[in-house]
T-cell receptor
Framework: ETGVTQTPRHLVMGMTNKKSLKCEQH?????MYWYKQSAKKPLELMFV???????ENNSVPSRFSPECPNSSHLFLHLHTLQPEDSALYLC?????????????FGDGTRLSIL | GESVGLHLPTLSVQEGDNSIINCAYS??????FIWYKQESGKGPQFIID?????DKRQGQRVTVLLNKTVKHLSLQIAATQPGDSAVYFC????????????FGTGTRLQVTL
C-alpha cells in the first residue's frame, strides 16, 4: 500500500478542457513533488513544494499550475494542454527538501490529450 | 553535462538466479543514491538507498554496492523471483539538494521460469 494517493488514475481530456490532478500523502512529510514520466525518458521534475511553499519550478509551461493548500495535499491544475503533454504524472513526498531521505511516489495519473 | 545512466536497458534472468543491475553516475558531488522499482501501472517504489560514506548496504534479498572511484552503483537481487520483474531506476541526489533527484532511464528486469 502506498502512502501517497493520486486521483484520478486515468484522465482523457481535450486540449480546451480544464482538469485537476490530486495528490494526498499520509506519511507526515513536509515536501511534495510533481514529476512527468514519458516513454523512454527519465523522470522529469516539474515542481517542488516545501511546507506549502513552492521552492522549485523547472521551466514548466504555464498551462500547468500547481497548488499546495497544506503539507498533505498537492494539486496540478491543467488547462489548454497539448498532445505532447500526454504522459504519466507522478506525485512524490519526502520528509523535507534538505536531508537525504528517499522520495515516496504515488501510482500516478495517466493523462491522455486528444 | 552530469548524468545518471544505466548500462543495460533489458536484463533477462532465470528464476532463482541472482540479478545485477548497474548504474553509472558522473557527478562526483553526489552523496546519496537510491534504487527504485517500477512495476507496470504503478509508481516507482523505494527499494534501498546508500550514502556516499558507505560502499555497501544490504536489505532483504537486495544489496547495493557503491564504487566511488569509478562512479558506479549496482543493485544485486538474490534468488530472483517472478515478482521482481519490473523496471529498476537508480537516482542520485546531489549533495545539499535533497529535493533534486536525477534519474536514469531504467533497466527492465525480466524473470524467466
Amino acid at each position: 500500500e502506498t502512502g501517497v494517493t493520486q486521483t484520478p488514475r486515468h484522465l482523457v481530456m481535450g486540449m480546451t478542457n480544464k482538469k485537476s490532478l490530486k495528490c494526498e500523502q499520509h506519511l507526515g512529510h513536509n515536501a511534495m513533488y510533481w514529476y512527468k514520466q514519458s516513454a523512454k525518458k527519465p523522470l522529469e521534475l516539474m515542481f517542488v513544494y516545501s511546507l506549502e511553499e513552492r521552492v522549485e519550478n523547472n521551466s514548466v509551461p504555464s498551462r500547468f499550475s500547481p497548488e499546495c493548500p497544506n503539507s498533505s495535499h498537492l494539486f496540478l491544475h491543467l488547462h489548454t494542454l497539448q498532445p505532447e503533454d500526454s504522459a504519466l504524472y507522478l506525485c512524490a513526498s519526502s520528509q523535507d527538501t534538505v536531508s537525504n531521505q528517499p522520495q515516496h511516489f504515488g501510482d500516478g495519473t495517466r493523462l491522455s490529450i486528444l | 553535462g552530469e548524468s545518471v545512466g544505466l548500462h543495460l536497458p533489458t536484463l533477462s534472468v532465470q528464476e532463482g538466479d541472482n540479478s545485477i543491475i548497474n548504474c553509472a553516475y558522473s557527478n562526483s558531488a553526489s552523496d546519496y543514491f537510491i534504487w527504485y522499482k517500477q512495476e507496470s501501472g504503478k509508481g516507482p517504489q523505494f527499494i534501498i538507498d546508500i550514502r556516499s560514506n558507505m560502499d555497501k548496504r544490504q536489505g532483504q534479498r537486495v544489496t547495493v554496492l557503491l564504487n566511488k572511484t569509478v562512479k558506479h552503483l549496482s543493485l544485486q537481487i538474490a534468488a530472483t523471483q517472478p515478482g521482481d520483474s519490473a523496471v529498476y531506476f537508480c537516482a542520485e541526489n546531489i549533495g545539499g539538494t535533497a529535493s533534486k533527484l536525477t534519474f536514469g532511464t531504467g533497466t527492465r528486469l525480466q524473470v524467466t521460469l
